[in-house]
């Protein structure tokens, strides 16, 4: 192997590791939010503002359809959710599971 292909070799053996591992970040990321003294929020996301979840139709974060819509989740900080307000919750703050929202 001459020096050129040797270091084309190690370029792009690096470039593979720096992918793989970008990948991986990537996969791990809800993870790591929850694992970091996060919980889900139900109720408490702006419109296609949610991490998570927002029902039959749609895919997952960002893809909530209305303000406060109580089947999309986002992460607050451990201990907080049921402390944010949420004006569609029917104890009008967020809940720790998916609830049909109320009508004002």
Known sequence: MTNKSHTQHAISTIALATALGAALSMTSGPLAAEEAGNEKC????????????AGPGTTCAGTSKTDYQGNAWKYVPQGTCEKTA???SPTG????????????
């Open 42 to 53: 139900y109720g408490v996301a702006l419109k296609g503002k949610n991490d998570c979840k």
């Open 86 to 88: 949420s004006p569609t």
């Open 93 to 104: 703050f967020g809940q720790l599971q998916e609830f049909k929202e109320q009508k004002s």
